[in-house]
């Protein structure tokens, strides 16, 4: 990976958040959602997104549930993967559809599982549109909001810790789900891990691109059914093999 | 000092197939050595079962016991790279299966939004947002 220099922007909370935001003020904005039986919440999740952004992609990744269905009744967009492939492939789908869209701007990656909160996505975009950055990461632990369980928090902040392109560029979470990608961003990025090693891979493209990057503090709902969604935290052995081979078959 | 050679043999020798192998993974090349070495262990494998005593004269001259535990040794390395080769071979399947159903996705998923959306009011050139897969 070729070392390069990135200024790390760390841009922190204090965003001002425009009061009595329309819904035409983020018509740039895209909000791509990977769902994997997600049936039960995932038109809630939609709907309650659409209040905000008008504009959201659904990537349905082979559900075996109603989770399509349930899309459609939404007024965002629908693209189905034939057959699963995993939560990387899904995202990359959805950039892929977003991208063509005329008129987007900044793509955000969002979970259908209802732990992420647009309030959230607008600071982060609001960081993009002052261009302070090309890319902003949602961050769990720059301010400690002692929602995330110990375990967790353990685990996750060592995975920062320790990996070498997630220092380097100062983060302090390197595996979370929130982020808005400006256009330029969003065009470079590839992800080829089709499973869930696809957060080490954005991070590892990050370092080695000359793209900004910013961190923002995000507020996670940890709730009972994301909880259950999750990943498991063995699967973090997963996500290490994955990364371990990438390279291998280029 | 008694394992010495068999000891130097067995680890020399995955080292250095496994970086050759990873290295050149789907060249024909590759390929092809892929084959030779196949055949050889098919030749070496009726040599073995014919005149096992010959077997166990190598394995003596290696430093190893008897001439089975040798056998085991090499089977040991070919089931190594066998599974090396396997996961390769899945890894770009895998690779290729994703293209194929994002095209798919992606193409179907620009359809049938039109229809159940209406196309995006953006003027005379939305009719060209067409996704390219």
Known sequence: MPARDVP??????????????????????????????????????V????????????VDDGSTDDSAEHIA???????????????????????????????????????????HQTADVEKM?????????????????????????????????????????????????????????SRKAAEQLNITMNGMAHASEI???LAASDLRVAEVPVDILYTEYSRAKGQSLINGVNIVFDITMRERDR | MKY??????????SLS??????????????RAWKRIAFSVFVVVNVYAVLRPTDVTWLAHKLGVGRGTDLVLYVMVLAMGFLTLNTFLRFRSLEKKITDLARTVALNEGARHNDERLGKPEEGADSGSAKVKA
């Open chain 1, 8 to 45: 790390p922007i760390n841009a922190h909370a204090n965003v001002p958040l425009s009061a009595g935001a329309t819904v035409s003020q983020y018509d740039d904005v895209w909000l791509v959602i990977p769902a994997y039986n997600e049936g039960q919440v995932i038109a809630g999740v």
């Open chain 1, 47 to 58: 709907e309650d997104a659409r209040k905000t952004f008008p504009h959201i992609v659904v």
């Open chain 1, 73 to 115: 009744t939404t007024g965002a967009h629908l693209v189905r993967h034939p057959v699963n492939l995993g939560q990387g492939a899904a995202l990359q789908t959805g950039l892929k559809y977003a991208l063509a869209q005329p008129g987007a701007r900044y793509f955000a990656t969002f979970d259908a599982d209802g732990q």
């Open chain 1, 125 to 181: 975009v609001e960081v993009l549109r002052r261009d302070e950055a090309d890319v902003v990461l949602g961050s769990r632990f720059i301010e400690q909001n002692g929602q995330v369980p110990w375990i967790k928090r353990v685990v996750l902040r060592t995975a920062a810790a320790v990996s070498p392109t997630a220092r380097k560029l100062k983060l302090t979470d390197a595996h979370n789900g929130l982020r808005v990608l």
């Open chain 1, 203 to 205: 991070v590892g493209f």
């Open chain 2, 4 to 13: 010495f050679w068999i000891q130097l043999l067995l680890i020399a020798g």
């Open chain 2, 17 to 30: 197939m496994a970086l050759v192998f990873i290295r050149t993974w789907g060249q024909a090349k590759n």
